[in-house]
């Protein structure tokens, strides 16, 4: 399975992207999660929608950020708003497979750079 995130960039504060991961394989099997990291930080969950459309999102980027997911594109998207500078860092996407409460598989992207900056 192959993951491939797209459209990171450098956008002023206030500013929006909107960032696409696209996924081989079965894709209505996974769902699917953002992440992001700073350097020398841990990765933090951003937002993740389920194989259902089930959103969820970090406190810090609710009222901002949205996912949606296309079945039949095979991809997933996060549209961020209103950003702030410490919304800068790597973003990463995740598909994962649950079943019976198990993650039993797991595919990450490379990650796409986010840098909100004026």
């Known amino acids: 399975v192959k993951v491939v995130e797209s459209g990171g960039g450098l956008v002023e504060p206030g500013g929006s992207l909107r960032l696409s991961c696209s996924v081989s394989?079965?894709?209505?099997?996974?769902?699917m999660d953002w992440y992001r990291q700073t350097q020398g930080k841990e990765r933090e969950y951003v937002a993740g929608i389920s194989r259902f459309g089930t959103e969820n999102y970090r406190d810090s980027v609710k009222g901002r950020y949205s996912i949606t997911r296309d079945d039949g594109e095979a991809a997933v998207f996060l549209q961020m708003n209103n950003l702030k500078p410490e919304d800068t860092a790597v973003y990463f996407c995740n598909a994962v497979q649950w079943r019976m409460g198990t993650r039993i598989n797991d595919y990450w992207g490379q990650g796409t750079q986010v840098t909100v900056s004026s």
């Open positions: 394989g079965i894709f209505s099997y996974y769902a």
